[in-house]
């Protein structure tokens, strides 16, 4: 499983990250990147708030606002990309990894180091002299040389390099060895097949995105890196372009302001939970539903419904939800398989709740409207957690209600009354978005600052020492996930230069069955790149090549949004590969055996849900202005 998910989830309680046995200097130097990454993060706050102040109530814009946060945010991206390869939370997939046999994990692991320090290596000169072309331009508010903001790129690569070599020495010589040999004999291969590959043409793809992508993610190298390892493989090999392109294409994937909402949003989510706000939610949905019959799997999928769109971070939110309820539903006999698996299925079901960063993600590579997607995504998770309640109904019905209490109206009221300034969060939310009062990004500041408040004067449970670190934690999982998004652009855009999305356009365009052919072959294809890649390396990398074919078919955005953002979900929560089902199992602490035989009943909902979406476009479209 990736130890992202598991360390991801301590966002929520403002803990860093269990550290690996290091040195003092490696200590020192996780210090030095991780408060000024911290700093950035909350002066991004402070700013887009300040602006939106601004622009909305004194009717005064701050000119200068977007390009300061911009070139903060870059920063925050590379620093942040830093900070979580100093922490192992970079995504990757260590299924194979912890199953290998003793002599062959160290070197699975070892190459989990130096596979990066290799690709590392390769761009920091490129992105050195990217930055020194940026310098010649300057910024129009600001006057100020793009070098400012293009340096981030070479600082960050750079850092990421030193991080990766000052990992070497806890490895032994032996699996560095073996694994150096690999890697110099792999590159000696390409280099000596290189005319082979050049005649065979669009087949030699499958050997560097087929052979080399899918073999680095599952022998658990980093994905981000396994993008950039199997594009700089490509350009170098395949073709004469140098990887400064490489370079500029991470810094434009990584730039868009819509990608801003991330650290945001995933800042709200452990404000929301350090708070109490999420507890707030789930107690009144248990005083609501709690004493029925299979209650707390309803309360389950309610308070994943109304938590998931806020925080940003998947693990994040089975973190808010499962400790709360599975102590009870253990009082209850509740079975451990039953239990992991709704809640992993609960995770798939919930990923078009908005403000899910990857609607924003999505809608920023593929260039859909984000306020759309927000009011798109409520009724498809709501006809899957239908799905999904109907399975929980099924397996409930011989749970022991002899000792639950029905509580009172006046406890109802009570929790209702605790729990209704949290309530009214994720639905303002949605409602200054889909209202066009604010942007995803702008209103991320707005319900940061509601959160604040109610922590500090209404639930009074705001610790201020552990700011720092929820910043920091924000900030190692926005650079991991932007770092995905940056590397993946490139791959993507060498695939366009190819011609391969011309020849996937063909193909996808002239499937059988046309448009109902078409979506089939969509929900296959994300789920099963869902399992493999994760959600978002998934989506960004196909994304911007599908879409322009469901347009063509005249799919609506929206709806092929939600079709292949469900997919995704399916496949990322789908065992033996999915990592968001081990990740539930470990925020649980249940064995992940225990849930691979009760799981499929839920997957099977899912899927059956997500047919229901594909076939009405109205499910998704249906709320949208016309």
């Not at 109490?276 to 389950?300: D, Q, W």
């Not at 552990?466 to 652009?489: N, V, Y």
């Not at 493999?532 to 005249?554: C, D, K, S």
């Amino acid at each position: 499983m990736s130890t992202a998910a598991v360390e991801n989830a301590v966002i929520s309680e403002g803990v860093p990250p269990p550290k690996h046995p290091r040195g003092l200097l490696f200590n020192i130097f996780e210090q030095a990147v991780a408060i000024p990454a911290a700093i950035i993060v909350l002066v991004e706050i402070c700013l887009l708030l300040t602006s939106v102040i601004f622009r909305f109530f004194l009717h005064n814009p701050i000119v200068w606002a977007d390009e300061l946060a911009s070139t903060l945010f870059i920063w925050m991206g590379m620093l942040g990309s830093v900070l979580a390869l100093i922490r192992g939370q970079h995504m990757r997939l260590t299924t194979v990894v912890t199953r290998s046999s003793p002599k062959v994990r160290p070197i699975l692991e070892a190459l989990a180091v130096l596979g990066p320090a290799l690709v590392l290596a390769l761009m920091l000169p490129h992105a050195i002299f990217y930055a020194y072309e940026e310098s010649m331009i300057t910024t129009p508010a600001l006057g100020w040389s793009l070098a400012v903001r293009a340096s981030a790129l070479p600082v960050g690569i750079g850092l990421m390099l030193v991080v990766a070599l000052m990992q070497i020495p806890r490895h032994s010589l032996k699996a560095l060895g073996i694994t150096a040999g690999i890697l110099a004999v792999g590159a000696l291969v390409l280099w000596g097949l290189s005319p082979l590959l050049i005649g065979i043409g669009h087949m030699s793809l499958i050997l560097f995105f087929v052979v080399l992508l899918l073999g680095g993610v599952v022998l658990g190298i980093p994905i981000a890196f396994a993008f950039a390892i199997a594009t700089a493989a490509y350009l170098l090999t395949m073709t004469d372009v140098p990887l400064l392109v490489m370079t500029s294409r991470m810094d434009e994937g990584m730039s868009s302001l819509i990608l801003l909402a991330v650290p945001l949003f995933v800042f709200l989510g452990a404000l929301i939970e350090m708070t109490g706000m999420a507890a707030a939610m789930v107690g009144f949905l248990a005083s609501l539903l709690g004493h029925v019959r299979g209650g707390l799997n309803y309360v389950l999928l309610g308070a994943m419904y109304l938590v998931s769109g806020i925080s940003g971070s998947k693990a994040a939110d089975m973190a808010a939800v499962a400790p709360i309820l599975f102590p009870e539903m253990k009082k209850r006999g509740g079975d451990e398989g039953e239990m992991i698996s709704l809640l992993s299925a609960s995770g798939a079901m919930s990923e078009t709740i908005p403000p899910s960063i990857v609607l924003i993600a999505i809608g920023s590579v593929a260039g859909v409207s984000i306020a759309s997607l927000f009011v798109g995504g409520l009724l498809p998770a709501f006809v899957l957690a239908i799905a999904l309640g109907v399975i929980s109904w099924m397996r409930a019905r011989k749970e022991d209600m002899s000792k639950v209490v029905k509580p009172t109206r006046k406890m109802i009221l009570n929790a209702f009354v605790i729990a209704l300034p949290a309530l009214l969060l994720p639905v303002a939310i949605r409602f200054f978005v889909a209202e066009g009062v604010a942007t995803a990004t702008e209103v991320s500041t707005l319900a940061i600052a509601y959160g604040v408040i109610a922590g500090l004067f209404i639930y009074r449970k705001f610790d201020i020492t552990k700011i720092i670190p929820m910043l920091a934690s924000t900030a190692a999982l926005s650079g991991a996930i932007l770092l995905i998004i940056g590397a993946a652009s490139s791959m993507a855009w060498s695939l366009t230069t190819s011609g391969f999305s011309a020849d996937l356009t063909h193909m996808m365009s002239n499937l059988p069955g046309g448009v109902f052919g078409f979506m089939a072959m969509s929900i296959v294809m994300f789920i099963i790149l869902g399992s493999i890649l994760e959600g978002i390396p998934a989506i960004v990398l196909f994304g911007p090549l599908l879409f322009p074919v469901a347009r063509a078919m005249e799919i609506h955005d929206v709806h092929y949004a939600m079709v292949v953002i469900l997919a995704m979900g399916i496949g990322l929560f789908a065992p033996p590969f999915g990592v968001g089902y081990y990740s539930a199992c470990a925020i649980a602490k249940v064995d992940p055996d225990a849930g691979l035989k009760k799981i499929w009943p839920y997957l099977g909902a899912l899927v059956i849900g997500l047919i229901v979406v594909a076939a009405i476009p109205w499910i998704s479209t249906g709320f949208l202005e016309k």
